[in-house]
């Protein structure tokens, strides 16, 4: 058994803390000597409304623990404003959890511009707001531990969730490349996609299973992600009721197009090594994997000309 963990030191915002698994992400580090900053929006699970009430009664919770936290009400797509809580509360920012979230489930031929609109502005801006905010104090301070929230229904895609997936996915390649950007200031970027009971799988999950996925088995592993002893960054892991795997890319041998022959019917040619992922796959994890096969067949080409 390793030592145990602790965030002593360590001030991390987590975006709507109020409720669900955000809660006991604040819960869980407070615990363990984080200064929290508790956001939340406190609105509907469709994105309308305001209450100050879900943030005061986490943070009420974690100072009767004899913790430290401080509320903020704002809507995530005001980065500026939550970090400025957390500075000017405790004067750093180590830990940025981009939690908070929304749905506005649809099918696609049904789905109205505020739908789209909605779950771009708190899931894709707010994840952008919070990160841009907290950026610079994290590379002054040589430090930073950024956890962003996917969904399986952004890495697989779900009926009715065009807009949510969208965002999910677009939140998969935010982190990415902060992952690459924050490497040299000792900043790692991480993501999650989580499967837990809480009021937004309410509508989706039957109780007996919203009950047995609890937010818990979630939370202690945004707390490995958001502390100094992970190493890992640009990670995408899959999680829930206590299991956790990590995700990558798997790419086809693919095939190539026959000299001189760029046809529609070509292509059909070679349609079953593009499609065929048995015939040794590759796992490129960086744009410069994923050159080389473009590189060597135009390099056959310059050859051949
Ligand atoms: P939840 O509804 O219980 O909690 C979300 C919290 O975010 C709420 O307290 C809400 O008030 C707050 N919030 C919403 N919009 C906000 C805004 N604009 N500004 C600040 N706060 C705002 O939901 P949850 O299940 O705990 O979801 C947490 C995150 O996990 C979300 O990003 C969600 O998309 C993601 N997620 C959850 C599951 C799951 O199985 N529960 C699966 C995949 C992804």
């Known amino acids: 058994m390793s030592d145990k963990l602790r965030y002593d030191g360590k001030v991390a915002v987590v975006s709507g803390a109020g409720n669900g698994l955000g809660k006991t992400y604040a819960l869980l580090l407070a ?7 508790v956001n939340d929006l406190g609105g509907s699970t469709h994105g309308e409304g305001a209450d100050t009430k879900a943030a005061d009664a986490v943070v009420e919770e974690i100072k009767k623990a004899g913790g430290e936290a401080t509320a903020n009400y704002d809507s995530v797509e005001h980065g500026d404003k939550i970090i400025k809580t957390a500075l000017d ?57 950024i956890i962003n929230v996917a969904s399986a229904a952004g890495l697989y895609g779900n009926f009715g969730q065009a807009n949510y997936s969208a965002m999910k996915l677009g939140i998969l390649g935010l982190t990415k490349t902060l992952a690459r950007e924050g490497a040299s200031k000792n900043i790692k970027v991480n993501c999650i996609a989580p499967l837990a009971g809480s009021r937004m799988t309410a509508t989706v999950m039957p109780e007996e299973m ?40 798997q790419r086809a041998k693919g095939g190539f197009l026959p000299f001189g022959d760029s046809s529609p019917e070509a292509v059909a040619g070679v349609w079953d090594a593009v499609m065929n992922f048995d015939d040794e796959p590759e796992y490129p994890e960086t744009t410069q994997d994923s050159f080389p096969p473009v590189m060597g067949n135009l390099e056959r080409y310059k050859e051949a000309a």
């Open 31 to 37: 615990s363990r000597g984080a200064k929290v900053v």
């Open 210 to 249: 919203l009950e047995a996925l609890r937010p818990e088995f979630v939370a202690p592993v945004v707390a490995y992600l958001a502390h100094e002893q992970c190493e890992d960054s640009g990670q995408i892991l899959e999680l829930g009721a206590g299991w956790i795997a990590a995700l990558r890319w």
């Open 89 to 145: 509360a405790y004067g750093r920012v180590d830990i940025v959890i981009n939690n908070a979230g929304i749905l506005r489930d649809v099918a696609f031929h049904k789905m109205t511009q505020k739908d789209w609109d909605l779950i771009y502005t708190v899931h894709m801006v707010g994840t952008y707001s919070l990160c841009k905010a907290a950026w610079e104090t994290m590379r002054k301070q040589k430090y930073g531990r």
